[in-house]
């Protein structure tokens, strides 16, 4: 169970009047990219002071949990200016149909837009649904793209079928194409996009130090998980899981473990909602903190320290209990710090300050 941390953190205003952000990005130089699930993105300077929304942005369905999303720059952005992001895209000719997809676009900070749009991923099959989109995204080093999907919530059972990208984390090529050396590439009736399955829905995800790809998916009623992922895995859902419906009942069969399914590194009971994920990699909070993980909890509107003990969580902190803020995103900026958005109709970017 989470202990509550006896250190006291500063929590300072970077900016607000946001609309539901959901995804920060750090620009070279100083300043923030930053989402809002509306459908706008806009710069933040370093001094705080919220841009217009950029121009160029691709028709979004933001309905429901659906909307913008997540956002991250290309490891080479100071010489390409490239960006990704991901988002609700409606279908084409039945807009009350909608998936999760990956974009990138080159940003123009002399006419405050993107160009050079293109769509790199579309998740399959399109749904009438206004949930679960899951829509986190990390880069590798070598330039392919992690990107979680949710199962989109009534149709759970496509998280464990491997024609269908729901409830997925896929691995995909920056132009676009599943990457080379996917688990399922040889498969026969698998999409070759596939890293990983059995998700229900990612909300945060991180490639640590180390190389590991650690992701956080919100549970059921109870069982929100943080998993270690590994290459042609699967996660369990719905057939596992440390939850139950909502108002009660058991999900699959009932159980929490099976064979050849993966075991959860660490899980809540009752659920946090937990959102966003960052490695601390500086000693700005003291050497003791570094190498853990922190953790956003939309619900209980605070912050979650994971210590880790190579591939276990041995400690589960909480901290900044009063913060009265939903987080949606954490993130350790270029300074070493933590830094947060709370998800609201005034939403705030925090500096999380020793």
Not at 62 to 87: E, H, M, P, S
Request: with cysteine; proline share 6%.
């Amino acid at each position: 169970m989470p202990k509550a941390s006896t250190r006291t953190l500063a929590v300072e205003t970077v900016t607000e009047r946001l609309e539901h952000p959901w995804a920060m990005a750090f620009l070279p130089g100083g300043g923030w990219l930053v989402t809002e699930r509306p459908g706008r993105m806009r710069v933040v300077n370093e001094a705080g002071l919220l841009g217009p929304a950029l121009k160029g942005m691709p028709h979004i369905a933001a309905t429901g949990q659906g909307g913008l999303l997540d956002v991250v720059l290309d490891r080479d952005f100071a010489k390409n200016r490239r960006i990704f992001f991901c988002y609700s895209e409606p279908d084409a000719k039945d807009r009350s149909l909608n998936s999760t997809a990956l974009a990138s676009a080159t940003l123009d900070r002399a006419d405050n837009s993107l160009k050079d749009l293109r769509v790199v991923f579309s998740q399959k099959p399109k749904l009438r649904s206004s949930l679960h989109f899951g829509c986190r995204i990390v880069q590798n080093p070598d330039g392919t793209l992690f990107l979680g999907l949710g199962e989109r919530s009534s149709f759970k059972e496509q998280a464990q079928m491997l024609d269908s990208h729901l409830g997925k984390i896929v691995r995909i090529r920056p132009e676009g194409g599943a990457a080379p050396g996917n688990p399922l590439a040889d498969r026969a009736g698998a999409l070759p996009e596939i890293w990983s399955w059995g998700h229900r829905n990612i909300q945060a995800a991180t490639l640590t130090a180390d190389g590991r790809l650690w992701a956080v998916e919100h549970g059921p009623q109870g069982g929100d998980e943080i998993n270690l992922v590994q290459p042609g895995k699967n996660y369990g859902w719905p057939v596992i899981t440390y939850g139950e419906n909502y108002g009660g009942g058991r999900i699959g069969k009932g159980i929490a473990q099976a064979p050849g399914m993966e075991q959860t590194v660490h899980y809540w009971v009752p659920s946090i909602a937990p959102s966003g994920i960052a490695e601390l990699t500086s000693d700005r909070y003291g050497a003791e903190w570094r190498g853990s993980l922190f953790v956003g909890s939309l619900k209980f509107q605070r912050l979650h320290r994971l210590q880790l003990d190579g591939e276990k969580v041995v400690r589960d902190e909480i901290l900044l209990p009063d913060l009265r803020e939903r987080v949606r995103d954490v993130r350790q900026g270029p300074d070493g710090l933590l830094y947060l958005l709370t998800d609201g109709s005034d939403g705030k970017l925090l500096r999380v300050k020793p």
